[in-house]
C-alpha cells in the first residue's frame, strides 16, 4: 500500500532552518505533483506547497513564499521542504500529499511531522 512518511519535524527558535523528508513507497512516484500541507492548533489545515512532477513548477502560499523552497528527486521517491527564517506562525503539523497527475486533489496524505519554532 501507499506510504508517505515524513521527517525532519522538531523544536527550533525563531531565525532557524528545517529540512523536511517525505519518502514516498508503493506509488510511480514521477506521475505524481508533490506538495505539503500544515495544521496549527486550533486551526484549520492549509496549503502551503506544491511541486509538479518534473519539478518545473511550484506554488507556495504567500506567508512562506521567500523563506521556504520544495524540491524532489524523482530517483530516491522524496519530495523536500527547506524552511528557512522560521518564525512562531510555521509552528504545525506538517503533511506531505501526493497528487496524480492530471487531477485537481490529493489522493495520498502522510501522518505529518511537528514543526514547532519558540520566540
Known amino acids: 500500500q501507499v506510504q508517505l512518511v515524513e521527517s525532519g519535524g522538531g523544536l527550533v527558535q525563531a531565525g532557524d532552518s528545517l529540512r523536511l523528508s517525505c519518502v514516498a513507497s508503493?506509488?510511480?512516484?514521477?506521475?505524481?505533483?508533490m506538495g505539503w500541507f500544515r495544521q496549527a492548533p486550533g486551526k484549520e489545515r492549509e496549503f502551503v506547497t506544491r511541486i509538479t512532477w518534473s519539478g518545473g513548477s511550484t506554488n507556495y502560499i504567500d506567508s512562506v513564499k521567500g523563506r521556504f523552497t520544495i524540491s524532489r528527486d524523482n530517483a530516491k521517491n522524496t519530495v523536500y521542504l527547506q524552511m528557512n527564517s522560521l518564525k512562531p506562525e510555521d509552528t504545525a503539523v506538517y503533511f506531505c500529499?501526493?497528487?496524480?497527475?492530471?487531477?485537481?486533489?490529493?489522493?495520498?496524505w502522510g501522518q505529518g511531522t511537528q514543526v514547532t519554532v519558540s520566540s
Open positions: 500529499v501526493a497528487g496524480i497527475r492530471g487531477s485537481t486533489g490529493w489522493n495520498y
Open positions: 508503493e506509488l510511480t512516484f514521477s506521475r505524481y505533483t
